[in-house]
T-cell receptor
Framework: ELKVEQNPLFLSMQEGKNYTIYCNYS?????LYWYRQDPGKSLESLFVLLSNGAVKQEGRLMASLDTKARLSTLHITAAVHDLSATYFC???????????FGTGTRLQVTL | DAGVIQSPRHEVTEMGQEVTLRCKPISGHDYLFWYRQTMMRGLELLIY????????DSGMPEDRFSAKMPNASFSTLKIQPSEPRDSAVYFC?????????????FGEGSRLTVL
């Protein structure tokens, strides 16, 4: 059974600081997604990482993928309050579009 | 594009009652997913359809749960009878595998409370 684990589960950080969220998964996959969920809202796709070594950046967020280590990271640079949300990684398995989500990391950026 | 539309947004019901959640996927998408989100268990995939055909329902917790997709623009998730432990947010999502497999577009969710 595929397991997708994130750490930390909860992260409180001050504005302007940098931090990294980690996503480990237990089976081979060449496609990994990061999603964002604001409190009480739906999930929104942020990044898709398609191959080993892939790196995507948008604004203060940068995601990377190491398929050999089965690890993805989401790096936050100079955090701002608007980044406060829960971030999920999700791994695609099989030939279908079946995504298995990680546990989520709740990020709180304080002023 | 209206996105994935779910109804109702909120439902409060009593134990034993039947609950029906509805979903309209994005037009043209070929996959439809039902997820359940709780604090304890996170996001769980319940069932998904490809071109209206159920592909994998291994996540459906019990026989009390059933899902249908009678056509490409409509799906239902039914719980009968409902129990307090079914209280959760139920998300419907759709995707277009030919261009972006795994990139799911989620609805706003249906928050279910079973008393």
């Amino acid at each position: 059974e595929l397991k997708v684990e994130q750490n930390p589960l909860f992260l409180s950080m001050q504005e302007g600081k940098n931090y990294t969220i980690y996503c480990n998964y237990s089976t081979t996959s060449d496609r990994l997604y990061w999603y964002r969920q604001d409190p009480g809202k739906s999930l929104e796709s942020l990044f898709v990482l398609l191959s080993n070594g892939a790196v995507k950046q948008e604004g203060r967020l940068m995601a990377s993928l190491d398929t050999k280590a089965r690890l993805s990271t989401l790096h936050i640079t100079a955090a701002v309050h608007d980044l406060s949300a829960t971030y999920f990684c999700a791994v695609l398995t099989g030939t279908a579009s079946k995504l298995t989500f990680g546990t989520g990391t709740r990020l709180q950026v304080t002023l | 594009d209206a996105g994935v539309i779910q109804s109702p947004r909120h439902e409060v019901t009593e134990m034993g009652q039947e609950v029906t959640l509805r979903c309209k996927p994005i037009s043209g998408h070929d996959y439809l997913f039902w997820y359940r989100q709780t604090m304890m268990r996170g996001l769980e995939l319940l069932i998904y359809f490809n071109n209206n055909v159920p592909i994998d329902d291994s996540g459906m917790p019990e026989d009390r749960f059933s899902a249908k997709m009678p056509n490409a623009s409509f799906s239902t998730l039914k719980i009968q009878p409902s129990e307090p432990r079914d209280s959760a947010v139920y998300f419907c999502a759709s995707s277009l595998t030919s261009t972006a497999p795994g990139e799911l577009f989620f609805g706003e969710g249906s928050r279910l409370t079973v008393l």
